[in-house]
């Protein structure tokens, strides 16, 4: 299994988006060329900030039990390995799944469904980052 040290980073969206631009940018993911012929494992890591304050928190909880099912739903016939996660129970929560390739993570993030579900995730919540990653391969 493999470490998320040992990834670089290929998609990172984030709330704290360097360009200034505050609009998240989904749509279909491409699978790059050389990713596709090397067939390397993808880290997709999500990190979130929730709410400091009890309501809004409430409401992230609750929007858990919407989004949980959704995304297991989604990842029914894909080639994943749920990694797991770590909270500090409440505010930091991170979470890590390893896809066998490119075209597995490609099958699951592409759908439309989903990805409005992460935009009404992310509204629940004060910070949330999502960091797509790959093997770092050195060639010579």
């Known amino acids: ?9 290929l998609l990172s969206l984030r709330d704290d988006d360097p360009s200034g631009s505050s609009a998240p940018r989904w749509g279909a993911i491409e699978v790059p060329a050389k ?34 099912p959704l995304w ?3 990842h029914e016939g894909v080639k994943f ?5 770590w909270s500090d129970n409440p ?5 890590y799944v390893e896809y066998e390739n490119m075209e597995e ?18 509204n629940h919540c004060e910070k949330l980052n999502i960091r797509i990653m790959r093997p770092t391969v050195t060639v010579r």
């Open 91 to 95: 505010g930091h929560v991170t979470y």
């Open 105 to 122: 993570l490609a099958k699951v993030w592409s759908d439309e469904e989903l990805q409005k579900g992460l935009v009404k995730l992310r």
């Open 35 to 68: 990713q596709e012929k090397m067939k390397l494992k993808v880290l997709w890591a999500l990190e979130i900030e929730t709410f400091k304050d009890e309501t809004k928190r409430k409401e992230y909880y609750e929007y858990n039990d919407i989004w949980g």
């Open 72 to 74: 297991q739903k989604k």
């Open 81 to 85: 390995n749920n990694l797991g996660g």
């Open 1 to 9: 299994m493999l470490q998320p040290s040992e990834f670089e980073v």
